[in-house]
């Protein structure tokens, strides 16, 4: 057993993101790791570009913070809300510092996952004929299909430098067992050349056998692991605790203005430790109103003669 | 007649173009309300999809956003995003998808990047998501959208997701393996597209509604299909299975 792996947040940020890095908080809506976000913008990381389908509100937060350069992205709103404000004020102000795009459709940037992940040197999609992206985004290009003579669009693959990938369970080499909306975590732990992983639970290796096709992610993929409980929140974690869709819909007035934003900022993320400063922090009644009933699945037999 | 809000109108008319049986790409908000009704009603055996992965889902309240746990409780399967996107969305295994944007015009173009220029934005709008390939791989898109001036435009600021382009020549030289734009549902009426031109075409007058007032809140000449049809106002069941469905009034207020 390689423990060494195993440590804290602050540890693991220090250690594995670098400025100038392009880094991949991953998850689709699910297990967005908050936690990381906020340690990265702490520290003071500067010049990321920050790679994340759905920036949501923690790319909103880190682009605030002004620890970002560049935001690779396809869907870049409060999901079910509206705008990221903090995205759109860099964007379209400047404030607080200017941030450079690279923009596909979903399929594009999970294809450019999915290519970096698998090493291929591009990837073919049936998307973007016909839509004004291309013209405006170099990375997306069009080339001749050698069995049709068709035209098909291609884009490039996605190797971030690192990826933060928040999980249920996984043990401390970093075995990771993920379920729920599964979204882009294990292209983005493959795509890249370093992964964290968090985890609400520290399980032993017996537990990952038990359930191997659970697990997505497996440890020689990783290098270091995070036990952070509620790392996600306001993100959810699958039978652990839901979203708080109430500070997703908040979100939208606290970043009004970039002071408004930054007051927040200050209490919530540079005012405090650790994420379990934060939680302490969180009302018990928001904590409760989160905790889902349980739903198990039924379970499965592995065995073999 | 069932007195109905303009939102809850435009959910009755959406749900009746679904089919039993269909496979939906559902967004949220309006279109999954249109779908979970079509449900209730005439279309038990619908399965729902959602772009975060979600398979055939029985949500059990009213999610905020396409990748709410309520989604994945109880549902068939769940992918990842690649998936979703390869196996279903490219693999041809969606009928109908629903689209909105800030902008449609009348090819049924659809904008949802931004208004202005691209590279200096008057406003910056989330972007495509799924939106593109949605409309480049379903059989069927249909857009539920306010009947407004600003919505309605001649040409969009920029095409997020294809329509028919500036005509079925052009789209057809795209070659897509979807079908394009199907329907536009407006609280006034509802539109389809004219099969040679692939212009867009007012199909059916919801109750109430004059051609006249139609027009006045599109800024270009509206096409007026042969078999002009008046839309059935909503049933008393239709109304009361759609509210049960969204209680709080939180999409139909």
């Not at chain 2, 559902?26 to 009603?41: D, E, S, T």
């Not at chain 2, 005439?42 to 990748?67: D, F, H, K, T």
């Not at chain 2, 407006?186 to 031109?197: E, G, H, I, R």
């Not at chain 2, 919801?206 to 000449?221: D, M, R, Y």
Request: proline residues 6%.
């Amino acid at each position: 057993m390689d423990s060494s792996k195993l440590m804290s947040m602050k540890e693991a940020v220090g250690k594995h993101v670098k400025d100038g890095d392009t880094v991949y908080l991953a998850g689709f809506t699910h297990m967005i790791p908050f936690a990381a976000g906020h340690e990265i913008i702490r520290q003071g990381r500067k010049d990321l570009t920050l790679a994340r389908a759905t920036p949501d509100i923690i790319y909103d937060q880190m682009i605030a913070a002004g620890c970002g350069k560049k935001v690779v992205f396809s869907y870049a709103g409060n999901p079910g809300v509206g705008s990221l404000r903090c995205f759109r004020r860099a964007l379209e102000k400047g404030q607080p510092k200017p941030i450079e795009i690279d923009e596909y459709t979903h399929f594009g940037l999970s294809g450019r996952l999915f290519a970096g992940a698998t090493n291929m040197p591009f990837l073919p999609m049936r998307t973007n004929k016909g839509s004004d992206l291309p013209p405006f985004n170099p990375n997306i290009k069009t080339v001749k299909d050698p069995y049709t003579g068709d035209d098909i669009m291609v884009v490039p693959p996605l190797k971030p430098d690192v990826a933060v990938v928040h999980v249920q369970r996984a043990d401390v080499n970093g075995n990771a067992h993920i379920w729920g909306i599964i979204g882009e975590q294990k292209d983005a732990a493959f795509a890249s050349k370093k992964v964290i992983i968090s985890c609400e639970e520290i399980v032993g290796e017996d537990v990952i056998r038990s359930d191997p096709n659970r697990t997505l992610i497996p440890d020689f993929a990783v290098h270091a692991v995070v036990h952070e409980p509620w790392c996600a929140h306001p993100s959810y974690t699958q039978g652990y605790y839901d979203r708080d869709n109430e500070f997703y819909m908040q979100w939208d007035d606290i970043t009004k203005e970039h002071d408004s934003t930054m007051k927040w900022m200050q209490e919530w993320v540079y005012g405090v430790e650790d994420r379990q400063a934060y939680m302490k922090k969180l009302t018990s009644e928001k904590v409760l109103k989160l905790l889902p009933k349980a739903a198990y699945s039924a379970p499965v037999s592995y065995g073999s003669v | 007649m069932v007195e109905c809000s303009p939102s809850e109108l435009m959910v009755v008319v959406a749900a009746r173009e679904l089919k039993d049986k269909e496979t939906v790409l559902v967004g949220v908000g309006i279109p999954n309300l249109a779908a979970n009704l079509a449900k209730k009603l005439q279309a038990p055996g619908l399965n729902m999809v959602y772009e975060s992965g979600a398979v055939g889902s029985n949500p059990s309240r009213m999610p905020l956003s396409i990748g709410d746990p309520c989604l994945v409780t109880g549902a068939k399967s769940v992918c990842s995003m690649y998936e979703q996107f390869a196996y279903y969305l490219q693999g041809g295994r969606i009928d109908v998808g629903f689209l909105g944007g800030a902008q449609i015009d009348k090819y049924g173009n659809i904008n949802s990047t931004v208004i202005g220029q691209y590279k200096t934005p008057k406003v910056r709008l989330p972007g495509s998501g799924g939106a593109c390939d949605i409309a480049s791989n379903v059989k069927k898109i249909i857009v539920i959208t306010p009947h407004e001036k600003r919505r309605f435009v001649e040409k969009v600021d920029f095409k997020t997701s294809p329509g028919f382009i500036d005509g079925k020549a052009a789209w057809k030289a795209l070659k897509l393996q979807g079908g394009g734009p199907y329907a536009v549902i407006t609280n006034l009426c509802t539109m389809k597209f004219d099969d040679a031109s692939g212009e867009m075409m007012v199909t059916s007058l919801h109750p109430g509604v004059t051609i006249e007032k139609v027009q006045e809140n599109t800024p270009w000449k509206l096409k007026v299909s042969d078999k002009l049809e008046q839309t059935p106002a909503p049933t008393e069941k239709e109304a009361a299975t759609l509210r049960s469905l969204d209680p709080h009034k939180i999409y139909l207020g």
